[in-house]
């Protein structure tokens, strides 16, 4: 497996190996994840070489690579090609672990993460024992993957390379459709059709659950219907009520901003509530915003379809506690100026994205009687430059803001674009949004303290290094007192 630390790689080295595979593979990364798969009787290189396809004793059946991390003139691609190994995506693989499995997979734009891990959490609450592959980490346990004896696997599906394509659902959970990754799908209407070819996976006799919510999810579920496949709908009650023609199995009466999350007011409906009435449900959520209250819906309604019992399926929303950078409470300070500020770190890279999560977090600053300060890290160049304007519009909900220059990733400058593309676009459009562009890193968490005061919420926002920033945030604030 090339590259076996990066988060969806590892967990399936972890489910190959509970399943009695030998596994190998090479990542430069070190730290918790690489021990975990040592621990686990993973042999692990720390280079890319050729050589380390020896690394068994034997040459392996098969290869692993990821689309998007591994160049193709990788060594150990080169020699594998070379000798004829097969080498396959990390998608065809979890195509492969899935296979008699009755599969529940989670797209969309956004939300997959925090929906799959949902889902996961109320599955086992209700005794499915589902095999899983989260993408990102639990908060509580940090499992990104797990093997277990139930007929559910559930997984996350990943539109940005078409990987969802290899999948064949039997509940096909949509939360989103909203253009993005042109940089691989080069126009709008090719990344919208990919979910589509999505629908035509699923099985027969199989669901589609999507997101009346979202123009693209419930036009996505307009198409679906028309076409004879079943769906399961779910929304706030004014959705469900704009769109009468599709089936709705699941709604939202009332979302309430807590002091740890939201109180939200559900409703079961048509297939969905069969042995529960239309009684409504409330469920607790540990994380805030009507966005995450959506995504509890959605895996409710996935997980009443996939045979589990109302009651336990709702105790186990009520327990999640949400997962690794996803509304992800780094930490509270302790005294001094900031006493009582929360940093919160989020992978929001997307502006209907960074708009949720502000949301969320202004209402929780709004219970406090503080204000939001936002670290937003812009991920690539060519999402930068096709949606700076957007990025502008939803970053200026944000009390104070701090922008960092580009996390290129795999790609290389653009002349003319940064991180101040969207700070000017920002001051020009809402000059009310104090807003600073930042091009240090090593400069960042004292830029972004000196903004923060007493019970605020700090917000580092981005897909790219924004994360390391949390730490020193909170190390500053603690050390003004």
Do not use: W
């Not at 979202?214 to 307009?222: F, R, T």
């Not at 939202?252 to 009684?279: C, F, K, N």
Request: aromatic share 4%.
């Amino acid at each position: 497996m090339v590259g076996i630390g990066g988060a969806g790689m590892s967990g399936l080295a972890h489910i190959l190996l509970a399943r009695g595979s030998a596994v190998s593979g090479s990542d430069p990364a070190t730290g918790e994840t690489i021990d975990s798969l040592k621990e686990a009787g993973a042999l692990v290189a720390a280079e890319h070489d050729a050589d380390n396809l020896e690394l068994s004793g034997a040459a392996p059946t098969v290869v692993v690579t990821s689309f998007k991390a591994i160049p193709e003139d990788n060594p150990e691609l080169v020699e594998a090609r070379k000798r004829g190994i097969p080498v396959i995506r990390r998608s065809e693989l979890l195509a492969e672990l899935m296979r008699g499995h009755r599969q529940v997979l989670i797209a969309g734009t956004h939300g997959k993460t925090s929906t799959t891990s949902m889902a996961v959490t109320a599955f086992r609450r209700a005794g499915l024992r589902p095999s899983f592959a989260i993408g990102g980490r639990l908060t509580n346990g940090g499992e990104g993957a797990g093997n277990d004896a139930g007929e559910a696997f559930v997984a996350a599906a990943d539109e940005s390379d078409a990987s969802l394509l290899c999948y064949r659902p039997d509940i096909a959970v949509v939360t989103t459709v909203e253009p993005d990754h042109l940089d691989f799908f080069g126009t709008k209407e090719k990344y919208v059709e990919v979910f589509d070819r999505f629908v035509e996976t699923i099985t027969p006799g199989g669901h589609l659950v999507a997101c009346l919510d979202d123009p693209g999810a419930a036009a996505l579920a307009g198409r679906a219907r028309a076409r004879g496949v079943s769906v399961a709908a779910y929304g706030t009650a004014e959705a469900i009520e704009a769109n009468p023609g599709i089936p709705a199995a699941g709604r939202i009466d009332s979302v309430e901003a807590t002091a740890t999350g939201s109180r939200v007011t559900v409703a079961l409906l048509g297939p969905a509530a069969e042995g529960a009435g239309e009684e409504p449900l409330e469920l607790a959520l540990r994380v805030p915003g009507t966005h995450m209250a959506l995504n509890a819906l959605a895996a409710l309604v996935a997980g009443r379809l996939a045979g589990g019992c109302t009651a336990p399926l709702v105790a186990g929303l009520t327990e999640y506690e949400g997962v690794r950078r996803r509304f992800d409470v780094r930490g509270t300070v302790g005294g001094g100026p900031a006493d009582g500020a929360t940093v919160v770190d989020d992978y929001a890279h997307h502006p209907t994205e960074v708009a949720a999560v502000l949301a969320a977090a202004r209402e929780q600053a709004a219970r406090r009687g503080a204000k939001v300060v936002c670290c937003f890290q812009p991920h690539l160049y060519s999402r930068t430059r096709e949606f700076a304007e957007a990025f502008a519009d939803a970053l200026a909900a944000a009390d104070e803001l701090v922008v960092l220059d580009v996390f290129g990733a795999r790609e290389k400058p653009v002349e003319g674009i940064s991180g101040k593309t969207i700070t000017d676009l920002v001051e020009s459009r809402h000059p009310e949004t104090p807003v600073v562009f930042e091009p240090d890193f090593d400069r960042a968490a004292e830029t972004v303290a000196a903004r923060v005061g007493g019970r605020d919420v700090v917000l580092t926002m981005g897909a790219g290094s924004v994360t390391r920033l949390a730490a020193p945030i909170l190390e500053a604030l603690e050390g003004r007192g």
